[in-house]
């Protein structure tokens, strides 16, 4: 086991990580952002927010994942 760091950049920097991996993978599959925000059942700004790697509910990710045909593992990848 490891202790966590003593600040929480980490954590702004694997988010912004996930965002752009979701990001990379629409534009890989040709979606806009319309497409995949209405597809997923989210808000359009939602989608937003979870591409420009701010701090979002796990369901969320879960949707867009789903909906990318992505796994949830290979987001942060």
């Known amino acids: 086991?490891?202790?966590?760091p003593d600040d929480e950049?980490?954590?702004t920097d694997?988010?912004?990580a996930i965002g752009a991996r979701i990001r990379e993978e629409?534009?890989?599959q040709n979606l806009t952002q319309d497409q995949v925000w209405q597809a997923?059942?989210?808000d359009r700004r939602t989608l937003q927010y979870v591409e420009a790697g701010q701090e979002v509910?796990?369901?969320t990710l879960?949707?867009?994942a789903w909906v990318l045909e992505l796994p949830l593992?290979?987001?942060e990848g």
Do not use: G, P
């Not at 086991?1 to 966590?4: G, S, V």
């Open 1 to 4: 086991m490891r202790d966590l």
């Open 14 to 16: 694997r988010r912004r």
């Open 62 to 64: 879960l949707r867009i």
């Open 40 to 42: 997923a059942r989210i």
């Open 57 to 59: 509910k796990l369901s």
């Open 26 to 28: 629409r534009i890989r």
């Open 9 to 11: 950049s980490w954590i």
């Open 73 to 75: 593992a290979e987001l």
